[in-house]
């Protein structure tokens, strides 16, 4: 270990942004063993792991990377896999710049540990050893628990849940499983079937998927009740955010998730009745998180004639991911940083330029955050044939969709819950990952889920003691 101040920093190779941009395959290539112990070996196993600190999973990357360093790769993989639900995924897509590798102590000077694409490395080739398994609790218990939502927050409360005998449900509205991880986040980043190989593997294991099924439509949220012991919430957060800005009831103004869920869908070989393409066309992304990062470079790779990113920041201030960025702008994207749209003009109904607003910095605001004020005078148009809105995403109205006026919310809309116990006001209702949290990671849907399965196995636990002593007082009243 320590090899840090001798072993360059090399992550696995990228595929050449000419050539990824001709197709949806993921732009990394794999370690090869050597080359991730070698990686591995640069960790300088600090006494406090501010990776792990910084996890929200607190993964044990310390542990996983000397025992890759020293090539005993399963027991790598059984301590990664043992606080991960989703380790090859978290390899894929986390933002490790802004968490584990950003933190880690020879990111400045040397380069921070490859923790991420180590952890890939590690995971998929413990698929390829055999070494993943379905698994099977030591006894089945008489209880059974629906999770409402088959994103990462439900799917790890799952694994956790079935782990300990417990009959599981998923209830999920799309015909996939994987929430935002099937039909959010492009192939790209992450390519489906390394998401379709977790649900099989979890189906494999006795969790039951119920898809295309909607609650609070096809089956009511009382009668879910009535079925199970207890019920997780998971649905994410699904309504875009929209601008109040002159123009917006123009056609080709689309909402992200619009765009890319067709996209994804068409990947995965489903016909779609409007298939929506950028071929040829110019495309103006709004908004600087991922979601906008995913939507540009979608664009790119569906032979858009020009694609430009708006932002009304700068690049320091922007909410998406640094290396995301450079991944755009080395396959052809246009960032415009500090420019928000200020009117939309159509021609026969379609949009057809963007009126651009100049911003500039004006210090931070009370939140920490860099607030913006507009610049007046330099106004100026970009042209357009469609606009793609990626301006973040809020709640649905979950009491109205539940028919439970009951269910406490946040000020956001978000579900209220109890911190720790993760259950709402409704007794035996738990709730996780986005509609708790608002739009967040993968990562932490996985975390939230895996604790929410926690407390409610506790309170399962509680409840049947509870019934136990009163069962042995009644008999003993009766003796
Ligand atoms: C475009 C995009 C790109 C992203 N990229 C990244 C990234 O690179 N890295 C990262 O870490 N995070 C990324 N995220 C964020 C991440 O995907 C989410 O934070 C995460 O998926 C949230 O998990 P979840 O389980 O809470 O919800 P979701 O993944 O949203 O899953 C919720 C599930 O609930 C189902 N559902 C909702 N309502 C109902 C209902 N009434 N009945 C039945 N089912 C219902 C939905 O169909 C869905 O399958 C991205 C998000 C987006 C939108």
Known sequence: MLKFNVTPQAYPEKRKPEKRA?????????????KAEEQAN?????????CQVHCPLQNNIPDWLKLTAENRLQEAYEISSATNTFPEICGRICPQDRLCEGNCVVNKGFGAVTIGS????????????????????????????GIIGAGPAGMAAAEMLRRQGYKVTIYDRYNRAGGLMIYGIPNFKLEKWVVERRTEWLKSSGVKFNLNCDIGKDISFKELQSKHDAILIATGVYKARTLETTGMELDNIIPALQFLIASNKIGLGDKLKEPMSMGGKHVVVVGGGDTAMD?????????????????????DNMPGSRREVNHAEEEGVKFVWLSAPKAFKGKAGKVSEVLVQRMRLNGKDANGRESIVPVEGEDYAISADIVINALGFEPEDLPALF?????????????????????????????????VRGASLVVWGIADGRSAAQAIISSLQSKAAIAQTQKQEGRRARM
């Open 22 to 34: 001709e197709d949806f395959n993921e732009i990394y290539m794999e370690y090869a063993v050597q």
């Open 403 to 435: 028919n439970e006026p009951r269910l406490k919310l946040n000020n956001n809309g978000t579900v209220k819950v109890t911190p720790g116990t993760f259950e709402t006001n409704i007794e035996g209702v738990f709730a996780a990952g986005d509609i």
């Open 118 to 145: 180590i952890e890939k490395f590690i995971t998929e080739n413990a698929w390829e050893q055999g070494w993943v398994k379905p698994f099977a609790p030591k006894s089945e218990r008489k209880e059974s628990i």
């Open 42 to 50: 640069r960790c300088s196993q600090c006494g406090i792991p501010f």
């Open 295 to 315: 939507c540009v470079r979608t664009a790119i790779r569906q032979d858009a004639s020009s694609v430009t990113c708006l932002y009304r920041r700068d690049r």
